[in-house]
């Protein structure tokens, strides 16, 4: 493999991959058992696993962006914002059930991505993370200072009111669910696109992109747009679960800080990373949180070491001691 964190390498002489058919039934199995789970899990669980899957999510666009595109954005938070004030102010204004408003959060979150994609594409590396920080903290300052937003108090989902709390409690796991699996179903048939070629190009060297006749800008802003709509609706989702969102919650850099540690601690630039980051990061939080600051440490201590040891973050380590496990079929191999 040519390099260490590519989706969509060629491979020779490393065998055949092993077969779909099993990774795809127990695909599916997990799919079924999570989906059924409000039959018999209690709120608890259910509002845990819909943390687990929005930030699953934000993860994945996340490291779509800087794994696949080298677009590594520190502001990511702000789509988290944009997306989940969008759902509010739709569905408690105009009176919208605010499942069926979600498309509309993630429609907003696409065309702010879209307007503020030329100022942000000026910049690039440091300057252009620096800068998707800035963007957020303007955008959160901005809704702090607005009194239709809440002017810093925050807004209530006011029309989740009608609905009962074990119905609103499935429903909003439900959409938690089909965000996350959305998530990974994007950033495979983008890596597996002509797109997801181009970006990987783009990542590898710019210049030899362009040389190649890949539109960079086209490419990067199509990533953009994606990964914004992902982490708008993951955002939505996120704070229809607490039913009340602020500025200084949902725009919040802890956002983008989880979605960069998760992706450091499974590996950047593949799909399985996000997934593997969030598993062990709620792993360690539910059983070591009670630590207090310790916890913190040791999480930073973590990351530092995955870095040191296994650049490639724990997907590399799997990866050594099974080479053709391959459970989203991103890898391209020659006959």
């Known amino acids: 493999m040519s390099h260490s964190h590519t989706g969509s390498s060629t491979l020779a002489g490393a065998g055949r991959p092993m077969s779909r058919l099993p990774i795809a039934l127990a695909a599916a199995i997990v799919l079924v058992a999570l989906a059924a789970l409000p039959a018999y899990a209690g709120f608890a669980t259910q509002r845990l696993l819909v943390e687990v899957f929005t930030v699953l999510a934000i993860a994945t666009a996340w490291n ?16 988290v914002g944009v997306g989940a004030y969008a759902l509010f102010v739709i569905s408690n204004g105009w009176g919208l059930n605010p499942w069926w408003t979600l498309p509309m959060a993630a429609a907003v979150s696409a065309l702010f991505a879209l307007l503020t994609a030329g100022p942000m594409f000026r910049l690039s590396g440091a300057h ?29 989902l006011e029309s989740l009111r009608e609905f009962g709390r074990a119905q609103r409690n499935a429903g909003v796991y439900w959409a938690a669910l089909a965000v996350a699996a959305l998530a990974l179903l994007a950033a495979r048939l983008l890596i597996k696109s002509r797109l997801g070629l181009a970006l990987a190009s783009v990542r590898d060297s710019e210049a030899a992109a362009r040389a190649s006749g890949v539109s960079v800008k086209r490419a990067k802003l199509a990533l953009w747009i994606v990964a914004a709509t992902l982490t708008g609706l993951a955002g939505a989702v996120a704070y229809m679960n607490t039913l009340q969102v602020s500025p200084d919650a949902s725009f919040g850099l802890g956002w983008t800080a989880t979605a960069i540690f998760i992706s450091v601690l499974g590996g950047i630039g593949r799909i399985e ?63």
């Open 64 to 79: 779509l962006l800087a794994g696949f595109g080298g677009l590594v954005a520190v502001g990511q938070h702000v789509f």
């Open 128 to 156: 252009f993370a620096v800068g998707t920080w800035v963007l957020a903290e303007l955008v959160r300052i901005a809704v702090l200072n607005s009194e239709p937003l809440g002017a810093g108090g925050g807004l209530p």
């Open 273 to 335: 990373g996000p997934v593997i980051g969030t598993f062990v990061f709620f792993a360690l939080r539910e059983t070591s949180s009670q630590f207090g600051a310790w916890y913190f440490v040791a999480l930073g201590l973590l990351a530092i070491a995955t870095m040191l040891v296994a650049p490639g973050g724990a997907w590399s380590l799997l990866q050594r001691r099974w080479p053709n496990f391959d459970p989203f079929a991103t890898r391209r191999w020659m006959p």
